[in-house]
C-alpha cells in the first residue's frame, strides 16, 4: 500500500460475519426504484505507453503508485493481506459490537453503559447521549490502538441540519477522548455536507479539529467543503451512478451524460481539480467504486475506497505487460491546472446559492444517507435503553 500519503484514510469495523469481526468503510446504501434505466459509456484505461514503473509486479502494486488503495471490507483474518490503515466508529459498529460478547469492544460498550457521570444524571435523555458519546470514545479509543491512522468518528446524522449541535457534538467527544489520552491529531470527524455541516466544518477546522465531510453527491457541496476547509470529502461514485441509470431531470449529470462522461467520474474529477488549481487543503476520497475500471480511472484521486473483490482481482492480477493495461495517472495537479471551470462554478458558496445548485441527485441521495444513519442511531439507543445497566461490569 502506497505510504506517499501522510494521512491515511479509514476503515470501520461492522457486524458479525460468518462468525468474524470485520473492518468496513461503506455507510447505509440508499435504494431507488425507477422503471427506467441508463447506460453510460464504458470508459477504458489507456493502452497507451506505461507511466509507471516496469519493475510493478500485480494491477495493485501499479494502481498504489497514484492512490491510496483503501480495503472496504478486512476480516480480521485478512490483515495480512489488506491491512486496515485507520478506522471509523459508528452507530452500526455499536450495533455490531453488541451483538459479539466477551470482545475488547464489547467491554468497551460496556464500562460506557457502567460509567458513573452518565448514570448519576437525571433526565433520561441526558443519560442515553452520555452514554451513546462514551460509548463511541470507548471503543475509538481501542481502535486508536489498532490502526497506524486516523480514527474517524460519526456525528449524529439528527443534527445534520443544527451547525451549533454539530460543533458541540465534537467539542464533547473530543473532551472524552482527552481524557482516555486520544491525541486530536489522531481523530477526524464525520460530518453529512448540508449546509450546516459544512458551516460546522468551517469552524472545526479553524479550531484545528480535523473533519470529514461525508455524502457529498455535487460539485457545490464539493466546492463549498473545499472553502470550509475540511481535511476530507468523500464523494459516492457508484451511488451517483446509480441513480443516473434510473432517473433524469439532474442538470449536473445531465451535463457528463452530453459530455459522454460517467456523472460519478465525472463529479471526482471536477472536485479534484478546483481542490489542487485553487490550493484548497482538502483530500478527496471516492467511495462506491464497482468495478477495476472505476480504479483505473480515478488514478490520482487521494484516497479510493475498494471493495475486497476488487482487491483481490488487482492483487491476483501481474502487471501490466504488452497484453495488459498500462496505467496512467488520470488526475493530477498539472490537469487541474489546464481545468477550466465556469464563473458560475468559482463563486463564494453560501446558503442561499448552495440550496439553489443542490440538484435532485444530490438531494435525494442526501436525504436517504441522512435517513439510514439516523436510523441506526435510533437502534442503538434503543438496544443501550434494553441492556443497561450492562451485568457483570
Known amino acids: 500500500m502506497s505510504a506517499t500519503l501522510q494521512s491515511p484514510p479509514f476503515s470501520a469495523l461492522s457486524s458479525l460475519r460468518e462468525g468474524r469481526l470485520g473492518f468496513i468503510v461503506c455507510s447505509v446504501r440508499p435504494s431507488f426504484s425507477s422503471n427506467s434505466r441508463r447506460s453510460f459509456p464504458r470508459i477504458r484505461a489507456s493502452t497507451g505507453s506505461s507511466s509507471i514503473d516496469t519493475g510493478s509486479s500485480t494491477e495493485l502494486d501499479s494502481v498504489s503508485n497514484y492512490s491510496e488503495i483503501v480495503p472496504d471490507t478486512v476480516i480480521f483474518d485478512d490483515f495480512e493481506r489488506f491491512p486496515p490503515t485507520a478506522a471509523t466508529v459508528s452507530s452500526s459498529l455499536l450495533l455490531g459490537i453488541c451483538s459479539l460478547p466477551d470482545t475488547t469492544f464489547r467491554s468497551a460498550v460496556d464500562t460506557a453503559l457502567a460509567d458513573s457521570e452518565c448514570y448519576g444524571m437525571d433526565g433520561s435523555d441526558d443519560r442515553m447521549t452520555c452514554f451513546f458519546n462514551k460509548a463511541l470514545v470507548n471503543v475509538g479509543g481501542e481502535l486508536a490502538k489498532l490502526v497506524p491512522g486516523r480514527v474517524s468518528t460519526e456525528i449524529d446524522a439528527r443534527l445534520a441540519y443544527d451547525t451549533h449541535g454539530i460543533v458541540r457534538k465534537v467539542h464533547d ?30 469552524v472545526l477546522e479553524s479550531e484545528g479539529i480535523q473533519t470529514h465531510l ?30 443516473a441509470r434510473n432517473h433524469s431531470g439532474d442538470p449536473e449529470i ?43 480511472n480515478l488514478l490520482g484521486v487521494d484516497y479510493i ?44 458558496w453560501d446558503q442561499y446559492s448552495f440550496a439553489s445548485a443542490m440538484g435532485p441527485a444530490a438531494v435525494e441521495l442526501l436525504s436517504a444517507g441522512l ?3 439516523a436510523t441506526q442511531a435510533r437502534r442503538v439507543e434503543e438496544l443501550f435503553g434494553k441492556i443497561w445497566p450492562p451485568p457483570n461490569v
Open 214 to 243: 461525508t455524502f457529498v453527491y455535487s460539485f457545490c457541496q464539493a466546492a463549498a467543503a473545499a472553502q470550509a476547509g475540511a481535511s476530507v470529502i468523500q464523494i459516492f461514485v457508484g451511488r451517483i451512478r446509480d441513480w
Open 173 to 202: 467527544l473530543l473532551k472524552l477522548y482527552n481524557e482516555i489520552e486520544v491525541p486530536p491529531e489522531r481523530l477526524l470527524f464525520k460530518i453529512p455536507s448540508t449546509w450546516q455541516g459544512i458551516e460546522a466544518s468551517r
Open 254 to 296: 445531465e451535463a457528463a451524460i452530453r459530455r459522454g462522461e460517467d456523472p460519478g467520474l465525472a463529479l471526482v474529477t471536477k472536485a479534484y481539480n478546483y481542490i489542487h488549481k485553487y490550493g484548497h487543503k482538502s483530500k478527496l476520497m471516492a467511495a462506491a467504486v464497482r468495478n477495476k475500471q472505476d480504479i483505473f
Open 305 to 348: 475506497i475498494t471493495p475486497l473483490k476488487i482487491l483481490q482481482s488487482l492483487k491476483d492480477s501481474v502487471g501490466p505487460d504488452e497484453d495488459k493495461y498500462s496505467f496512467m495517472r488520470r488526475l493530477s495537479p498539472q490537469s487541474a491546472a489546464a481545468y477550466n471551470f465556469s464563473k458560475e462554478e468559482l463563486l463564494k
Open 371 to 373: 435517513d439510514g444513519y
